[in-house]
T-cell receptor, first 114, second 116 residues
Framework: QQQVKQSPQSLIVQKGGISIINCAYENTAFDYFPWYQQFPGKGPALLIAIRPDVSEKKEGRFTISFNKSAKQFSLHIMDSQPGDSATYFCAASISNSGYSTLTFGKGTMLLVSP | EAEVAQSPRYKITEKSQAVAFWCDPISGHATLYWYRQILGQGPELLVQFQDESVVDDSQLPKDRFSAERLKGVDSTLKIQPAELGDSAMYLC??????????????FGNGTRLTVT
C-alpha cells in the first residue's frame, strides 16, 4: 500500500519557469511533511518541510502548499534554474512512541532546460 | 558540515554470495536508519535503530538481511545470500533527536549494490 502518492513522475521546465510537484497522502496521522532533493550519485537532502497546522511555507524560491482537508501538498519551485535539475521526493512522517518514520513518494525527476 | 559516511560506494556480487555495508552516522546522532532505494523509486525503510537497539525492523527481510549497531555508533547491514532482486541503492541516514519528528534526517551517499 503506497501511503504517499507523488506526481508527475517526470517534469521538464524551461529556465525561469515554475516547477510544480504534487503529493497526496491517505493516513491522517501523518504530522510532518518534508521534501527531499536528490542529485545523481548522492543521498537525498532535506529541502523544505511543513507541518499540517500551516497552509504554506516559503524558503527562497521553494514553497510548500498544504491542503489538510484534501490531504494534498505540493512543492513549487519559482524561477527554476538548471541547477535545480534533480529528483524530488515528498515524504510524510508519523510519530509513534517517540520514534518517527519517514514514508517517501516515488519521486519526480525534474529537468530544467537552459 | 558533518556527513553520514557509507562504504563501499559500489559493490558487485554474485547471486547467493554474502555482502555487507557499513555506515558511520553523524557524531551524536542516536537514531540510525537503513533505507533501500530501487532505481526510479523512493527510499523504503528497512530498519531503524535507537542507540544500539532496533526499534523498527518490520520491513527487513529477516531470512536474508541482518543489521547491527553494537556500540550504538556505526552500523552494518548484511545480506546473505544475495538475490538478483536485491540490486538497489542502500542508504544510511541519521538524526539527532529521536522524538522531535522535525529533526532533519541526514542521508549518506549510499552503496550501490549490483547482484549478478
Amino acid at each position: 500500500q503506497q501511503q504517499v502518492k507523488q506526481s508527475p513522475q517526470s517534469l521538464i521546465v524551461q529556465k525561469g519557469g515554475i516547477s510544480i510537484i504534487n503529493c497526496a497522502y491517505e493516513n491522517t496521522a501523518f504530522d510532518y511533511f518534508p521534501w527531499y532533493q536528490q542529485f545523481p550519485g548522492k543521498g537525498p537532502a532535506l529541502l523544505i518541510a511543513i507541518r499540517p497546522d500551516v497552509s504554506e511555507k516559503k524558503e527562497g524560491r521553494f514553497t510548500i502548499s498544504f491542503n489538510k482537508s484534501a490531504k494534498q501538498f505540493s512543492l513549487h519551485i519559482m524561477d527554476s534554474q538548471p541547477g535545480d535539475s534533480a529528483t524530488y521526493f515528498c515524504a510524510a512522517s508519523i510519530s509513534n512512541s517517540g520514534y518517527s518514520t519517514l514514508t517517501f513518494g516515488k519521486g519526480t525527476m525534474l529537468l530544467v532546460s537552459p | 558540515e558533518a556527513e553520514v559516511a557509507q562504504s563501499p560506494r559500489y559493490k558487485i556480487t554474485e547471486k547467493s554470495q554474502a555482502v555487507a555495508f557499513w555506515c558511520d552516522p553523524i557524531s551524536g546522532h542516536a537514531t540510525l536508519y537503513w533505507y533501500r532505494q530501487i532505481l526510479g523509486q523512493g527510499p523504503e525503510l528497512l530498519v531503524q535503530f535507537q542507540d544500539e537497539s532496533v526499534v523498527d525492523d518490520s520491513q527487513l527481510p529477516k531470512d536474508r538481511f541482518s543489521a547491527e549497531r553494537l556500540k550504538g555508533v556505526d552500523s552494518t547491514l548484511k545480506i546473505q545470500p544475495a538475490e538478483l532482486g536485491d540490486s538497489a541503492m542502500y542508504l544510511c541516514a541519521s538524526r539527532q533527536d529521536r522524538s522531535a519528528y522535525n529533526s532533519p534526517l541526514h542521508f549518506g551517499n549510499g552503496t550501490r549494490l549490483t547482484v549478478t
